[in-house]
């Protein structure tokens, strides 16, 4: 029990999932607004034009999050909400918005945490190339620097970009999330731009005292099929790519080349100057996992010369995102980010499975059951784990996948949107309680 003392729980949620009200108050079209038009790419043919209509319904929300006992409350800022253009003028009705959400937080006792880039690119940037175009640096500089000026009197803790290699690989490289581009050149230029966007964006934030901020990785615990030279040295290039390129540039380690030689690729658009300005001492690391990843060799797979082995054929439990259902991945993950250098606090900055409407929620209870075993572990090791932050409150839009996964520790009806606490949130309660005695 000590060791939970100082241990935090709270939510998170992003604009481009919950808020909804696509083109309200002078928003501008966001990537997602735009591709989520060709209804074929999703995969239930929804859009986000109203999601959980988080713009409208932001107080229920987060009387939500406080009636659980949730402390923390992290949600993303939708940048052409705030710049419609992307750049250029400032939107003061959506300064409004998140000012009303970051007040309301404080008063009801709730700490907000802000996303500055949770996926949702200004579609005027995008008509530019988006983050392909090197451009972006100083886009997204600017930008953050309209967040620090309106929001960092009242925000302390902050997460630049939230799992830059699940949204430049997913959007860049395989072309399944907005904005659907494809290709090894796409991918090189864009994950590049974006480490060192973040890197920017870090400056910017820390020329203000006392901001607490940090970056949100994704992680995926990657495994060989066999011990065979062959799988093995698969595993370790898309660990490398998975694990490692969005976090070694920052701690001076440069991107894995030895494991991974389509880092070759990425170095091309690599400037004079640059890998200095990656480097980062973020105040601390946001782990995101979620599944297990088998691989193994595949000489014909270009650039990464590997093939994943489907959780189905492996004959494990399988969430309906498809995934391996892997809990232990939270303890495996501190542990790795523990043993970096220098040593930083960490948070579970996503934590979460998804189910399907029908299931009964037993399997999500025990899921976090299994989490927290992890985080004991860890905590007894003496590991600075500061917190887990639940993904997500309300069942949301879940990208390409649409509406059909669900998150959320809160159930939304689907043609009133109202919110009701499905078991896991009553479960939360109840264990948060007893967890303060
Ligand atoms: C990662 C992302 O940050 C979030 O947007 C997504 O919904 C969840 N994980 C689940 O896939």
Request: glycine residues 8%.
């Amino acid at each position: 029990m000590d060791d939970f003392e100082n241990f935090t729980w709270g939510v998170t949620i992003a604009a481009a999932q919950t808020e909804g009200a696509y083109l309200a108050d002078g928003k501008g079209m966001s990537i997602w607004d735009t591709f989520t038009q060709k209804s074929r790419r999703i995969k239930d043919r929804s859009n986000n034009q109203i999601a959980t209509d988080f713009y409208h319904r932001y107080k229920e929300d987060i009387d939500l999050a406080v009636d659980i006992g949730l402390k923390i409350f992290r949600f993303s800022i939708s940048w052409s909400r705030i710049l419609p253009d992307g750049s250029g003028k400032i939107n003061q009705r959506g300064i409004a918005f998140y000012n009303n959400v970051i007040d309301y937080c404080l008063k009801a006792g709730i700490e907000p945490w802000i996303t500055t880039y949770h996926w949702d690119l200004p579609q005027r940037l995008q008509d530019k190339g988006g983050w392909k175009n090197r451009e972006i640096l100083l886009d997204y500089e600017n930008y953050v620097a309209i967040l620090r000026d309106h929001f960092a009197d009242k925000v302390k803790n902050w997460i630049l970009i939230n799992e830059a290699i699940v949204c430049i690989g997913a959007g860049y490289f395989l072309g399944i999330h907005a904005p659907g581009k494809r290709g090894i050149r796409n991918f090189s230029a864009s994950i590049h731009h974006m480490l060192l966007a973040q890197a920017m964006g870090f400056k910017v934030l820390k020329e203000k005292e006392n901001l607490n901020v940090g970056t949100a990785v994704s992680c995926t615990k990657i495994e060989p099929f066999t011990n065979n030279f062959s799988d093995k040295k698969a595993a370790d290039r898309i660990d490398a790519l998975m694990n490692r390129v969005c976090i070694e540039p920052y701690l001076g380690l440069g991107y894995p080349e030895k494991e991974l030689p389509l880092s070759k690729r990425i170095k091309k658009f690599v400037q004079e100057g640059d890998m200095e300005a990656l480097k980062t001492d973020f105040d601390f690391w946001g782990i995101q996992t979620y599944a297990r990843e088998v691989v193994k060799g595949a000489w014909y797979i270009p650039y990464l010369g590997a093939m994943l082995v489907s959780p189905k054929k492996r004959e494990v439990p399988v969430s309906i995102m498809g995934w391996e259902t892997y809990p232990h991945g939270t303890q495996y993950f501190v542990e790795r980010f523990a043993r970096y250098d220098p040593k930083k606090p960490l948070w579970l900055s996503e934590c979460g499975i998804a189910l399907s409407q029908e299931e009964d929620d037993q399997e999500r209870i025990a899921y976090y059951k299994d989490v927290i075993k992890g985080v004991k572990k860890v905590l007894h090791k003496g590991i600075h784990l500061k917190g887990i932050l639940i993904w997500t409150l309300v069942d949301n839009f879940e990208w390409a996948e649409g509406y059909v996964p669900k998150f959320g520790i809160i159930k939304m009806e689907e043609n009133t949107l109202n919110r009701k606490m499905k078991k896991t949130a009553i479960w939360l309660k109840e264990y948060l309680l007893n967890i303060k005695l």
